[in-house]
């Protein structure tokens, strides 16, 4: 069975181990930003999701009238 919610931005496929979380990173990063990033993929490793890729998306603006923004997602793995 699979499962996906994006509330949760996770996705669980039943009766194998695999998880996959999906998260927002952001678009722009500065320095500290870069190192704030660095930490925090650390600490999804540490919880057992390790990095998979990261893609780019377009987010709607406001009631799908307003101007989109264009942010990246970083999809993590646990098996």
């Known amino acids: 069975m699979q499962t996906w919610s994006w509330g949760h931005r996770s996705f669980v496929q039943k009766g194998d181990i695999m998880q996959y979380k999906i998260e927002p ?5 500065s320095n500290k930003a870069i ?12 919880n057992g999701y ?3 890729s990261v893609f780019q998306v377009q987010q709607p603006g406001c009631l799908g009238m307003g101007k989109g923004t264009i942010t990246y997602l970083a999809v993590y793995v646990k098996e």
Do not use: A, P, Q, V
């Open 50 to 52: 390790n990095f998979h």
């Open 25 to 29: 990173i952001g678009s722009e990063f």
């Open 35 to 46: 190192e704030k990033l660095e930490n925090h993929f650390s600490t999804r490793s540490s």
